[in-house]
């Protein structure tokens, strides 16, 4: 069995992201991907700030992209990397782009072909870093062993999210408060409420963080949100 994964893993810290792409352009250099940049940068909240983050694929345990699609197209090996669509499977219907709960894959029309994030396998598999990481100039994306990266940050990687009931565990990890054991996600979070006639953070959802959230923003200082009831608006 390869053992160059052995000791070595992938980590992403958000917060570090200063935007340069220097990622996105080493990405396309890959030896695999034919000139093709499989990672992109996000806007945080394009409205409010500049803060960008790295977008690489988090390889689930139980890829959400391999099972919605009908052409058995995307195919996770031995090591857990979750690959590209195979260019002569792919039918092009985009159920990867929609399922995957990050966000990642994203689907080239000029191609006709879902591409993403593959973490250099060629490379990897070898002993050598994913190109974005040899490149990255403030440590957004780093891999290599799980005690180095423990020494350097004040920060603990997490590998486990919730997304409603559902958890998924991923090979990818993203850096984040000391003592987090699983980040949850509530897509509720991130839907436009304007011009509603009810705010959705005072809403009891079974299942829901609310009091998880509400924690966060008082221990932020900036005590509970806006009910729209006051003079600020």
């Keep these: 069995m390869n053992t160059a994964f052995q000791g070595n893993e992938f980590f992403l810290d958000p917060s570090r992201c200063i935007g340069c792409k220097a990622c996105v352009q080493a990405c396309a250099e890959c030896g695999t991907h034919r000139g093709q940049s499989m990672i992109h940068l996000e806007y945080v909240h394009r409205a409010t700030g500049v803060q960008t983050a790295p ?28 690959h590209s669509a195979a260019k002569p499977r792919c039918v092009a ?12 894959p994203k689907m080239k029309v000029e191609l006709d072909l879902m591409m993403k994030c593959d973490m250099c396998y060629d490379r990897t598999s070898v002993g050598k870093k994913p190109m974005c990481a040899t490149v990255c100039p403030s440590g957004a994306l780093y891999y290599g062993p799980r005690e180095t990266i423990g020494n350097l940050r004040r920060e603990t990687p997490v590998n486990e999210f919730q997304f409603g ?11 984040t408060a000391p003592d987090v054991k699983a980040l949850p996600f509530e897509v509720l979070d991130f839907l436009p409420w304007e011009g509603k006639d009810f705010d959705p953070f005072e809403l009891s959802r079974p299942g829901a963080p609310d009091a998880a959230s509400a924690a966060v923003w008082d221990d932020a200082g900036l005590g509970p949100r806006c009910s729209g009831n006051c003079t600020c608006h």
Excluded: L, W, Y
Aim: aromatic residues 2%.
């Design 165 to 175: 009931r559902q958890t998924v565990r991923t090979k990818v990890n993203i850096m």
């Design 93 to 104: 219907c985009s159920n990867c782009v929609i399922a995957c709960p990050f966000g990642v």
């Design 55 to 82: 977008v690489v694929c988090m390889h689930c345990e139980d890829p959400t992209c391999a099972r919605v699609c009908p052409a058995d197209a995307i195919k996770q090996d031995d090591h857990g990397i979750v």
